[in-house]
């Protein structure tokens, strides 16, 4: 069984194989007509589709797990100023809500948190307003001329490290939320499907039955 598969999936594969082993005993004991191949075509196509649904769903989920961790520190403790017995311990929030590491330095002994977010979508929106910051100072009549030339060499960095990183991020978002949406469409598809399972089942059983009164009387 596909390994992908969650809990409720793995319920409805195994009551659909159920279904179908007994569909072909029934039909190998001239039960069922041939008409009932169309459910069974229906059955092996719904499982089909659910297949591919989950393969796509844990490589996108693979995917956000992979630029989750995208962003690299090149963190340094404050004191000792050297990021050799740097731990990273736990993450942080800043009033922003962006997630930052927080670490431990072993041999100062101190925690602290990094200034800088550690995922890239709280990244992105760092940039964007460091940018905004940048051009407000370029702008600023009262900035010192090396000052200014700094300040702009900093934004033609940034906007390049925007320009690379934010497409990445605005397509694997737009994936992620029509994963989502996939996702409750799945949800009310395997409900459907469950219930008409179940109906044939019930009406294979009652078959089954009658046929067995009958070589019984
Ligand atoms: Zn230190």
Redesign the pocket.
Known sequence: MNRHFNQQERDLIKLAGFFKNQSIKLMEKGMLGEEHKTVQEAVDRFLEHMDSHVNTRAFILDQHEYLNKLVKDNAR?P????SE?LKVIGTDKNEKGWKSNRYK?R??N?EFTWNLPNNPWHMIEYIQEMLIQMRAKVDDTSTAEDARVEALETIDNMESNLNKLKPVIDAHDREYRELQARESEMERLMHEFKNSLTIEKIKMDTWDNRQKLKHNK
Do not use: M, N, R, V
């Open positions: 403790c004191k000792c100023l050297s017995k330095c041999k100062c101190i």
